[in-house]
Structure formats: C-alpha cells, structure tokens
C-alpha cells in the first residue's frame, strides 16, 4: 500500500511542468493560446490585415529635403506641395532661355563688359541696354538667391520658425528685391546730393549686368541643389561660392568705377555705399542663421 502510493506521488511530480517555466520573467501569461497566422503577424508586417487603419501615400518624384535639429541632414522625404520647387524651377529655365534668344546681345560681350567700360558702352550704344532693361534678368537672379537661401537654411536646421519652406521662399525673395530696389534708389538719391549721376547710373547698370550674367548661371544649378543624390552639400557650397564670387568682383568692379568716373566726393560715396552693400547681407544671416 506504501509502496503504491508513493509511485502514485512520483508520477504526479515528473508529468506536471509549472505554466510559468514557458514564459520569460517580463512576459504576460494568457490562458489562451497563440495561433500561427497570430505569431506570424507579430513577426511579420506582411501578414497584417488588410482592413487596418494604417495610410498609404503617394510618394512624389520631387522630394525635398529635410534635417533635424542638429543640422544632420536626413533622407529624403515626401512633403505635400513641394513639386512647386521644381515647377518654379523650371519657369526661371524658360525665362533664362527667353532673355538669351531675346538680346541681341552676345554672352561673350556682356561677360566682358563686366570688366571692360568699352565694351559696356558699345552694348549700352548698340542695344540700347538700360537698368530697367535688365531688371527682369535681375529677378531670376534674386529668385535663385532666394531658392539657395530656402536650401541653406533647410541643411543648417534653422531658417523662419513656424513657416513653410513656401513661406519662407516668398520672405527671402521679397526681402532681396526690396533691398535691391531700395538700394538702387538710394544711390540714385546720393547721385543726385553729390550732383554725380553719371558714376552712379553706371554703378547700377553694371549691378545690373552682373545680375544678368548670374540669371544664366544659377537657375541650372538650382536643379542639381535640390535634386541631385550625390554630393548635396558639396553642390549647395559651390552655389554659395558662385553668388559669394559674383558679389565680390561685383562690389569691387562698382567700387573701381566710382573712383574712377566720380567727380566730387569720392570718400563719401565710398562709404555710403560700402553701407548699402553690406546691410542686406546682414539682414538675410539674420533670416536665415538666427
């Protein structure tokens, strides 16, 4: 009797395994079993049900891009209404196009009549060029300047809080055309004070020339800074050397010819004019840096 009851007992203990030695320590224990399509579907996103609440987006061809907070840049992500970047793009290739088959004047010359008052005044003379003339070419200079600023500011994680990368294109642009425009009509007002309006009129026209010459330059670009896949920030750099370029021999070549042609005060509008050319500059670091 002692002898059956105690196998009785063994039996028990050696069949019977504790439910918790199947689960790890964190885990919650449910009385019922998982099926194989329910561990599959934890394993595996494929086979989730179709009728969840999950989206699907389109994804555009036209991606721009985005950083985090610490200027790492990301990859590149879809953003709603972003192909307007590169439909706006495209306009200012149109308009390019439309300015170099519309002049009769040769890139060549006008290239060299960035530096050389003979060649500017023959194409004055022949053409008929005038500020005003050029001031269309101007604006596809200063939307690319814009489009370049919108991009440096996306890459560095700063920029206008709160406002769209739209917004904040429509602010730069605007911001750079008043400046210009104000700029413009200070100087004219200095020529007028200092009774000089012949160094100062050709100080705006070749402003002006080299705007035009930039309209050829930049818009190309534009598409490799915001669309290229290979050495992004190496071509938005080679962007900001190229407006860094033209502004400096820009600003020198100005300089040179009001030294030059300026019959009084020649100090004054030096320094009036160093003023006016660096202001702006500061104002756009301050929109796009702080």
Not at 88 to 105: A, D, E, P, Q, T
Not at 122 to 128: G, L, P, W
Not at 191 to 209: A, P
């Amino acid at each position: 009797m002692n002898d059956s009851t105690q196998h009785i007992v063994q039996a028990h203990y050696d069949t019977t395994v504790p439910a918790m030695l199947y689960f790890e320590p964190d885990t919650v224990v449910t009385t019922e079993k998982d099926s194989v399509s329910d561990i599959a579907r934890t394993i595996d996103s494929l086979f989730a049900h179709a009728d969840n609440d999950s989206v699907v987006y389109r994804e555009s061809m036209f991606t721009i891009k985005e950083t985090r907070n610490n200027g790492n840049s990301l990859q590149r992500q879809t953003e709603p209404g972003s192909d307007w970047i590169f439909c706006l793009i495209v306009l200012l290739l149109v308009g390019m196009s439309f300015y170099i088959n519309r002049r009769r004047v040769k890139i060549k010359d006008m290239i060299m009549a960035l530096f050389d008052r003979r060649v500017l005044e023959r194409i004055v003379r022949e053409s008929n060029i005038k500020p005003i003339t050029l001031f269309p070419q101007g604006l596809i200079y200063f939307a690319s300047i814009a489009f370049i600023a919108l991009a440096t500011a996306m890459n560095s994680g700063n920029g206008i809080a709160g406002l769209s990368p739209a917004a904040q294109f429509g602010i730069f642009f605007g911001s750079i055309t008043g400046m210009v425009l104000l700029r413009n009509g200070t100087i004219r007002l200095m020529g007028n004070i200092f009774e000089d309006t012949e160094s100062t009129h050709l100080y705006i026209l070749n402003s002006h020339l080299y705007y035009s010459v930039g309209s050829l330059l930049m818009p190309p670009l534009l598409l490799l800074v915001f669309y290229s896949t290979f050495a992004e920030t190496a071509i938005l750099k080679t962007a900001l050397i190229i407006i860094s370029i033209i502004f400096i021999v820009r600003l020198f070549r100005g300089m040179q010819l009001i030294l030059t042609n300026s019959r009084t005060s020649k100090m004054y509008l030096f320094y009036y004019l160093c003023i006016l050319e660096i202001a702006p500059i500061l104002v756009m670091a301050k929109l796009i840096l702080f």
